[in-house]
């Protein structure tokens, strides 16, 4: 073997970690003298370092990949964002809503309306477990919306059934108990990592017999788009800064699903596809879904 | 998943484990950084980061947990943030316009590699990765790709190796000659 070989097995032994110590001094040493050896001792530590470098990348542009499901841990005012929400649905839930291709004549079979809530502690907020078939159901004849009284209770409400015109201003509104305290819902972000659980959150979604799981995803490449699939929402883009609503309403064609987001109302369909956020611009709908969202 | 769990598939080299931690202690972690002064880019960043050398020190089982996971991973994310820290505020300082000045020809150098890197095949590609980063030994390796024994995944790894110094210093000399 000549030298230059034993020193070149030297070097090779050094990058898979395999020298003895006395090994590697006399490697050193000799890399303190031999131009050439330390050449290639440069470029073979560019080169591991390189495919180390190659791997990392990998392994984070596939964490870049993962969704992240922010209702996990909130903040506060999503916290608050999220309980109003809660109590527009509850407020709603004989919604009234107008089918704008009748002109506002159709006649709606309200189910019970449901919304869907990013995050929400389901035991601070019940929302009524019922059957799909036991669900409040009202017809209402409407020409335009006007005013709404608030009725309670939803012990009543499981059979009622009634029909009002448009001009009658007593509409029934049937509310669940709401809970108006959220002071202690601060209470669920764990701050001490040593104690923290942060999916002890997940299961209060279970409870709230919403349709729609919603994921919120930051991602490089798409921003303020969606897709909504098999009953999960997932919103591309940086939605933690301001609160948003996802409006279930379930009218005489189906159910239909609008985002609000400051102070915009954007379309939802179901799609397998990430599609961009397309703002609502029918002018009636708008109103219609400024009614219902300001009824809590 | 418990956090003996993790560590057992980590040490398969199973990336769900990764993704699992990702997901679980994302918000914990990046609230580190962004109530730090850094952006919600640089925290996800640095959490990143931390996972990865957390994965690192795991797989190459020289990792000894004497607290949680989330913890261990926790301190990692502070030493990362502590020293990106201090290198942004060295940048700002007289220093940056040297540092730029002697990192060119090593960042052309890394270039040229990576692009050979790129060059190779995929199984090459992921060979080189396992036994370099992951520290996988050749009977992991063997499994993970599906050769018949550990000699043909060495011998496998052997030729890999040689075929991407060859194609660096082809591709240096090359780049010296244009110069």
Redesign the interface.
């Given at each position: 073997m000549t030298e230059h070989q034993k020193y070149r097995e030297l070097l090779d032994g050094f990058f898979e970690g395999t020298l003895s110590s006395s090994e590697e001094s006399t490697l050193m040493n000799r890399l303190k003298t031999d131009t050439d050896l330390k050449s290639e001792f440069e470029?073979?530590q560019?080169?591991?370092?390189?495919?180390?470098?190659?791997?990392?990348m990998?392994?984070?542009s596939?964490?870049?990949n993962?969704p992240?499901?922010?209702y996990?841990?909130i903040s506060n005012s999503w916290k608050v964002a999220a309980t109003a929400t809660v109590i527009t649905v509850s407020t709603l839930t004989a919604y009234y809503f107008i089918n704008i291709q009748d002109d506002f004549k159709t006649r709606i079979d309200l189910a019970q309306n449901e919304i869907i809530l990013d995050e929400l502690n389901s035991e601070r907020v019940e929302i009524p477990e019922k059957p799909e078939a036991e669900t409040l159901k009202e017809v209402i004849e409407i020409q335009a919306p006007r005013h709404e009284s608030v009725a309670d209770p939803v012990e009543e409400t499981s059979e009622l059934e009634t029909t009002v015109t448009a001009r009658n201003e007593n509409i029934d509104i049937v509310v669940p108990d709401i809970i108006e305290d959220f002071e202690e819902v601060d209470n669920i972000e764990?701050e001490d990592?040593?104690s923290?659980d942060?999916?002890t959150m997940t299961p209060s979604r279970e409870d709230l017999h919403s349709s729609v799981e919603i994921n919120t995803v930051?991602h490089k490449k798409f921003n303020f788009h969606y897709n909504f699939s098999g009953g999960t929402l997932t919103l591309y883009g940086?939605f933690e800064d301001v609160p948003y609503e996802i409006l279930e309403i379930n009218s005489a064609t189906g159910k239909r699903f609008y985002l609000n987001y400051k102070d915009q109302f954007y379309n939802i369909i179901n799609t397998d596809n990430i599609i961009p956020l397309q703002p609502v611009t029918n002018e009636n709908l708008i109103n219609e879904l400024k009614i219902a969202k300001g009824n809590k | 998943m418990k956090d003996s769990e993790v560590l057992a598939k980590i040490k398969k080299g199973d990336?769900s484990a990764?993704?699992f931690l990702?997901?679980?202690?994302?918000?914990?972690m990046t609230k580190l950084v962004i109530t730090n002064s850094g952006t919600?880019d640089e925290a996800?960043d640095i959490y990143?980061?931390a996972?990865?050398v957390f994965?690192e020190k795991a797989r190459k089982g020289n990792l000894v947990l004497t607290?949680?996971i989330?913890?261990f991973i926790?301190s990692i994310c502070l030493n990362l943030w502590r020293k990106e820290l201090e290198r942004k505020s060295r940048l700002s300082s007289e220093e940056k316009d040297d540092i730029e000045f002697i990192d060119i020809e090593?960042k052309e150098?890394?270039q040229i590699?990576?692009e050979c890197?790129n060059e190779l095949g995929e199984t090459c590609?992921r060979i080189?990765?396992?036994y370099?980063?992951?520290g996988l030994s050749m009977s992991d390796i063997a499994e993970k790709l599906g050769y018949a024994n550990t000699d043909t995944a060495k011998t496998k790894k052997y030729k890999c190796k040689k075929r991407?110094?060859e194609l660096?210093?082809a591709k240096?000399t090359e780049s010296d000659f244009m110069d």
């Open positions: 470029l073979q560019d080169i591991i370092n390189t495919i180390r470098e190659t791997r990392k990998e392994l984070k596939r964490l870049d993962i992240i499901k922010w996990h841990n764990p990592i040593t923290g942060i999916n930051l940086n | 990336e990764l993704d990702y997901k679980k202690y994302y918000r914990m919600e996800r990143q980061d996972l990865i994965w607290s949680k989330s913890t926790y090593k150098r890394i590699v990576r890197i590609k080189l990765m396992y370099y980063f992951d991407l110094d660096v210093k240096y």
